[in-house]
């Protein structure tokens, strides 16, 4: 009985797998639909698709253009993007951060993002040759657990003190944080960085995520982390504003803690459909949506901002440009030496 | 000489230029920057790489072979209670892929991470494949002989070495390559636990700088360790022994005292592989409130499921096409395409996937971004995993048995496929279920290849914990498992079936 | 002088009480053959003496030193005591050379390969000693397999049915083969078997097992001629059973007065048994029997004869035996067995 049993389930793996085949050819190959995909807008989105498939769906609303999405990690879709060249399927890349937007500018690889969509957003949160345009804005916060801390810290430096030893948590292989030692790098220097960076290693726990420092934060495995802003308020979202038991504070006086970076959105392939998307993440609706979802800041001007943070003038950030945070061989280098990866 | 069959030879070399891909990628990339690819070669933190990379896959290696080998020596020759569920249990991790294993680990010990972290996951979820290989081959095993050595004065250890050892020893030894190679490739888990081996080296290339050189680089490094991998476990592989006779009677081994160590130490690794990684899956699914998209659930089951059926039945076939080739024929030739394709097995599947990636934008569009080329980096990837399992079945197939068939008038071509192919068919189909479980947990190239906006278990999982939102990813992740546990459980079954066939004394 | 001693040997496996109380002495280069139907209960008893299994009560004492009890089992490999297994059960690793001198391994170089060399001589296989055990055929697989255990010396070697894999002609020379080999290595043996004609011939004494119990034990003559009762005498040879009853010390049946083996009481009723070859069968018209059926086997033959209400079956010489249909007159030769109600 059991013999026959094991036989037939044998047959049947081969029987399913066979109708699977006849399944996925028609359902998953068809690139001859070169007519729908001529009028159809393909997004490599390295932003999650939980944050922004929603803005996309209202573009297709209000547009009519159909859109794909192709969703991955940001740097391997401008990786995918590089290998592809100039026979890339994507019309739009929308990243995470600067950086990966930077290394496809540098290939030549995306089109001018077309002046009055430029000029909508302040020039520091869009790329200085004018490929890639800033369409919201986080910042980075000191994540704290009031119980545990109550003097707080003035600048990110205060950190290396023995006082903090076994109390931080910091993501090191986290895109977000490594950007915001390319900052330190550029406006401190590299001695100073890979002094912090050692004190790193010995103060700080590490994780893979911002959000898994906020979840320790929470639990209490930690004391305080370093994390970008809207973490803090993704979270209270879920569980309730009320029952959150960690705040979110900032550095003083244009601490480099206190960096602001942007998600951007470039152009692989100019067409009037492309520009229309870009046009559409910096209206004032999409604005909206990202001042309210996904509780980052607005760029364009008139969209008020939702989260209780200073407003991003009013952020005591420091002064660089953000298209200077594409020298990210280096801060790995420096990340590397200290041991943190 | 005997000539191979056309379709034989066409399958084989088409998985070779298939496998050469990768090769001739990382090759143009090198050329392109060498002054930098050679720098990046020779830094001392090549050397660091090298000795960490080399760290972890020897202690996994060991580690794994001997909780493997243990478990199914156990449960197969032992009288241990509940011998047949500690089997499945062992089967188990087979179906958690191992970046699910990981974040189950942190959120559970959130400082779980480094070199101790990574050994104790990989481990966990590579001995599975030794277990699974050492059970088959050890079922086949006639325990008479065994007592027939212990009669001529051998201890039990001594004939475990002398006697059952040479027995299992060619399958054993490929399920140990398969686990060294998954641990230089793997990069998910690492990634989460932060240890730094040539692989996440490789990724971060991509991922902090953009730097296709130092990737390329790096990967070639790691291409030479996997040969040399490849090469000792050629050493000392050892000959597949045919054994023609039928299966002898089966003793079971009185463990007495020694069973109150076996039992909670196959129980410790069951609770660690399995216990925990499915238990903080319940925590996440119970803890978060989000509610199951059931259309996104469902389409990426569908994706899944046919994707993982589909490859598994494609890179079977080329798997026994090689196996054939090379070890019904035992040709140079065969050998050498046999060994290649079990090369780019250590090649983080990034590389894989952007060398297709490369070659599919640029020189074949009309299938970029569509299943073809998913299925291609697929067969690339895990062309080895279903040569694993498939060489032995199809080596062993008696030699006389084909010499019989010709002799009853039927051309050798045709006896290939009319008397070797149907027995070794139970191999062939288990190394088709391992390749469909391990591409229902692929997840990197299946990010770089798939056709747009179509789904798996895998990729929704990734979404939803990229955001660390677990409770989205429990109902993904559970049905990811119950879904690569059905080939699992299915291969546990595969490989105990002698075990009903044979005699209980 | 007593080699091998079981005493009140017992064994169960759960409920299931497979040997009971065995009592057992095995003389030094005697030949022993446990005959036995299938699940009497044989390959249990020598498991047990191999060491494989513990005996539930009971002990077994080697050259006077105890190896088994119901508390300690000396571990096979400390016993000295080779085994043949049914089917050989080659290492299929080990060439045929290195199969034999497996158990050699303490042995210096030079007399290894002196023993090697003898043994391959004794078993007739010098040309085979680098051949792998796949490639030899069932004769020779058993001739290496008893040469392996023979190799070391061991005080006693045990056979496991080793003939019965093989087909009738080559079993009937390798028994002779095994014979010789046994008595030219002074060698002590047991044989378990469920062939009668294979314990006869084979061994110096018979012991019959019938679940789990040694019912008679004697030379293979002995066993043969004088079964102890009605089921041993059935299980030895083929035999009819007649009904009878004595009188003045002959036994009264339906084919006339018989001669009884042993002492026999005036006025017991019981069963005569037969055997098949006591019968001599003359052809003869007026004969009481008529030839009802013939089942021929060359050199001889068995016939079915109806005499009154009584079938019986006879052997008869092959190639001259009676014809079915004809008439013929029936004569036991001998002495029987009376078994007394």
């Known amino acids: 009985m059991t013999q026959l049993f094991k036989k037939l389930s044998l047959k049947k793996t081969l029987a399913i797998s066979v109708i699977a085949l006849v399944g996925v050819s028609l359902s998953g190959c068809s690139p001859a639909d070169q007519d729908l995909q001529d009028s159809t807008l393909t997004i490599y989105s390295g932003r999650n698709e939980n944050l922004v498939q929603q803005v996309i769906d209202d573009f297709t609303a209000e547009t009519g253009i159909a859109v794909e999405v192709r969703y991955a990690g940001g740097a391997e879709l401008a990786a995918q993007i590089l290998e592809e060249g100039q026979n890339s399927p994507a019309d739009i890349f929308f990243s995470q951060d600067a950086g990966a937007l930077g290394s496809l500018s540098k290939a030549g690889l995306l089109k001018a993002i077309p002046q009055e969509l430029l000029d909508l957003v302040p020039s520091t949160y869009s790329a200085q040759d004018g490929n890639w345009v800033g369409i919201s804005g986080r910042i980075r916060v000191l994540n704290y657990n009031p119980e545990k801390v109550t003097e707080l810290p003035n600048s990110v430096f205060d950190l290396a003190g023995p006082q903090w030893q076994g109390r931080i948590g910091i993501a090191p292989t986290n895109a977000s944080f490594q950007s915001f030692v390319t900052a330190m790098r550029v406006i401190e220097g590299e001695e100073k960085t890979l002094d912090w960076l050692k004190a790193m290693k010995t103060n700080a726990v590490l994780f893979e995520k911002n959000g898994a420092i906020l979840e320790a934060v929470e639990t209490g495995v930690v004391d305080a982390g370093l994390i970008n802003h809207y973490y803090w308020y993704a979270k209270g979202k879920e569980v309730g504003m009320e029952n959150m038991k960690s705040r979110i504070t900032q550095f003083k006086d244009q601490d480099v803690g206190n960096l602001i970076n942007v998600a951007g959105v470039g152009m692989v392939n100019d067409s009037a459909s492309a520009k229309r998307f870009v046009e559409y993440l910096l209206s004032q609706s999409a604005q909206e949506y990202f001042a309210s979802q996904t509780s980052e800041y607005p760029l364009i001007a008139g969209v008020p901002q939702v989260i209780s943070l200073p407003a991003l003038e009013e952020v005591p950030a420091p002064k660089i440009d953000l298209s200077d945070l594409d020298s990210l061989s280096e801060t790995l280098d420096l990340i590397r030496e200290a041991g943190l990866i | ?505 | 002088m007593t080699l091998l001693k079981l005493s009140g040997l017992s064994k169960s496996f759960g409920d299931n009480q497979v040997l009971k109380s065995i009592d057992l002495e095995l003389k030094s280069q005697e030949l022993l053959a446990v005959l036995g139907a299938s699940g009497a209960g044989k390959s249990t008893l020598l498991r047990l003496i191999a060491g494989f299994e513990r005996p539930t009560s009971g002990s077994m004492t080697l050259n006077g030193a105890e190896i088994s009890n119901s508390n300690k089992v000396l571990a096979p490999d400390k016993r000295n005591i080779g085994i043949v297994p049914q089917d050989a059960a080659l290492f299929p690793h080990l060439s045929v050379s290195q199969n034999i001198g497996f158990g050699l391994s303490k042995w210096s170089t030079g007399d290894k390969a002196a023993r090697l060399k003898h043994l391959l001589e004794l078993v007739e296989l010098t040309d085979f000693a680098d051949a792998r055990p796949e490639s030899l055929s069932g004769g020779q697989a058993q001739r290496v397999a008893l040469a392996r255990a023979l190799a070391p010396r061991p005080a006693l070697v045990l056979m496991d049915e080793p003939f019965s894999a093989l087909d009738a002609e080559l079993r009937a020379r390798l028994r002779l083969d095994i014979r010789k080999i046994l008595l030219a290595e002074g060698a002590t043996a047991v044989l378990v078997t469920h062939d009668q004609e294979e314990a006869l011939s084979l061994a110096d004494r018979v012991a019959v097992l019938r679940d789990g119990e040694i019912g008679q034990i004697g030379t293979p003559t002995d066993i043969y001629n004088s079964p102890i009762d009605i089921g041993i005498a059935t299980f030895l040879g083929d035999s009819v059973l007649v009904e009878g009853q004595v009188v003045k010390g002959k036994i009264s049946t339906a084919l006339g007065l018989l001669n009884p083996m042993g002492k026999v009481l005036d006025g017991d009723q019981g069963l005569t048994a037969i055997r098949y070859e006591n019968f001599y069968l003359l052809p003869n018209p007026g004969g009481e029997g008529e030839v009802v059926g013939q089942v021929f086997f060359g050199h001889d033959a068995v016939l079915e004869v109806k005499i009154g209400d009584l079938v019986i079956r006879a052997r008869s010489n092959g190639p001259f035996a009676p014809e079915v249909g004809m008439r013929v007159k029936v004569w036991v030769r001998g002495s029987v067995n009376f078994y007394a109600n």
């Not at chain 2, 296709?212 to 040969?227: E, Y």
């Not at chain 2, 490849?230 to 045919?242: M, T």
């Not at chain 2, 039992?263 to 978060?288: D, K, Q, T």
């Open chain 2, 1 to 505: 000489m005997r000539r191979p069959p056309f379709l034989v030879v066409a399958l084989s070399l088409g998985a070779t230029l298939f496998a050469s891909l990768p090769i001739g990628y990382l090759a143009i990339r090198f050329i392109e920057g060498l002054d930098k690819a050679l720098d990046e070669v020779f830094r001392l933190r090549t050397l660091e790489l090298l000795g960490n990379t080399g760290l972890l896959v020897l202690s996994v290696s060991i580690s794994a072979f001997v909780i493997g080998f243990s478990q199914a020596w156990l449960t197969t020759r032992s009288n241990i209670r509940f011998a047949s569920v500690f089997a499945v249990l062992a089967a188990l991790p087979l179906a958690i892929p191992s970046y699910v294993m990981a974040l189950g680990y942190i959120s559970v010990f959130p400082t779980f991470s480094g070199f101790f972290a990574s050994w104790l996951v990989l481990t966990l979820a590579t001995s599975p494949y030794v277990f699974l290989a050492v059970t088959a081959s050890l079922v086949r095993v006639d325990t008479a002989g065994e007592e027939v050595a212990r009669s001529l004065g051998f201890g039990r250890l001594s004939v475990l070495r002398k006697i059952t050892w040479p027995q299992v020893a060619p399958a054993a030894t490929a399920s140990v390559l398969l686990v060294a190679l998954y641990t230089l490739s793997e990069f998910g888990a690492i990634a989460i636990l932060r240890y730094d081996t040539f692989t996440r080296a490789i990724f971060n290339a991509y991922r902090g700088s953009f730097d296709r050189t130092a990737a390329a680089a790096l990967a070639i490094v790691l291409l030479l360790i996997t040969l040399l991998v490849i090469w000792l476990e050629r050493r000392y592989r050892g000959a597949n022994i045919s054994s023609s006779r039928a299966l002898g009677k089966r003793v079971r081994i009185d463990l007495g005292n020694w069973s109150w160590l076996a039992l909670p130490i196959l129980a410790l690794v069951a609770a660690l592989g399995v216990g925990l990684p499915i238990v903080s899956l319940i925590i996440w699914s119970i803890l978060g409130g989000s509610s199951i998209n059931w259309d996104q659930l469902l389409e990426a089951l569908w994706g899944s499921f046919s994707l993982a059926g589909l490859a598994g039945v494609i890179i079977g076939i080329f798997a026994t096409a090689i196996a054939f080739w090379a070890f019904r024929y035992r040709t140079k030739l065969g050998a050498f395409i046999e060994t290649l394709s079990w090369a780019t097995h250590a090649l983080p599947a990034i590389v894989v996937g952007l060398a297709l990636v490369f070659f599919g934008a640029n020189i074949t569009p009309w299938i970029y971004q569509t299943t073809w080329l998913l299925l291609i980096g697929y067969l690339i990837l895990f062309l080895p995993n279903a040569l694993a399992a498939i060489s032995s079945p199809v080596a062993r197939v008696p030699r006389s048995l084909e010499d019989l068939s010709q002799s009853l008038g039927t051309p050798a071509n045709r006896t290939l496929f009319k008397i070797v192919l149907p027995i070794a068919m139970p191999g062939i189909i288990a190394g088709m279920a391992l390749v469909s479980l391990t591409v229902l947990k692929e997840l990197p190239a299946t990010l770089l290849l798939r056709p747009t906006e179509v789904d798996t278990l895998a990729t929704r999982l990734w979404t939803a914990t990229e955001t660390l939102s677990y409770s989205q990813a429990a109902p993904y992740a559970m049905l990811l498992i119950m879904l690569a546990g059905l080939p699992a459980l299915a291969l546990n079954a595969q490989a105990r079936r002698a075990i009903s066939e044979v005699r209980e004394k």
